[in-house]
């Protein structure tokens, strides 16, 4: 079984060698996890998120991920992931798919061995908590991600028996 944690608060805090943040395709900020860890970060960040070249004002597919520094944030990097806009995608599952496996993806290209997560699209994207839940655990779960230590950081009692309930399912104790 792989290392899978879920904390009940905001990911901003964690202390962990990378910040997953939620990001929409021109990665400078946002509102929430976005709003929280630009704000938690800094100038720093922003100036990181900048700097990236931009295609169209796009630094970041769907589907995709960038890495960057962390400003202030008690980590050494922030992974930008852009998830779907759930109605605006026909198969917004492989789409979420791909953004939790880019993520993942670079924290260990990055030798991360700690890393704190949202549930990417589950908010102004509109992801269906369940099936969120559901892409998140299975993807974290696959065997090349058993050297990493994933947290998801979950906003509400609500969501933790969600996913609770989610990653029981897979067989975890
Ligand atoms: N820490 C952890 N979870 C949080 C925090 C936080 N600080 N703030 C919000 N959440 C929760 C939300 O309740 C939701 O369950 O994280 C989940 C993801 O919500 P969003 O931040 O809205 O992310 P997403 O649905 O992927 O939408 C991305 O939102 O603010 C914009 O710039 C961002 O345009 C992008 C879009």
Redesign the pocket.
Known sequence: MNSIHLIK????KAKVDAIVN???PKLL?????????HRAAGSELLAACFAMEAINGRRCGYGDAKITCAGNLEARFVIHAV?PIYSKFAEPQKVLVSAYKRTLDLAIEHQCKTIAL??????????PAREAATVALSVCSQPEYSELEMSF???DEE?LHIWQGILDSLGYE
């Open positions: 608060g905001d990911n901003a939620a990001a929409n900020g946002g509102g929430g996890v976005d709003g929280a860890i998830g949202p549930a990417i699209s589950f908010g102004v994207y509109g992801y950081y979950l906003f969501m």
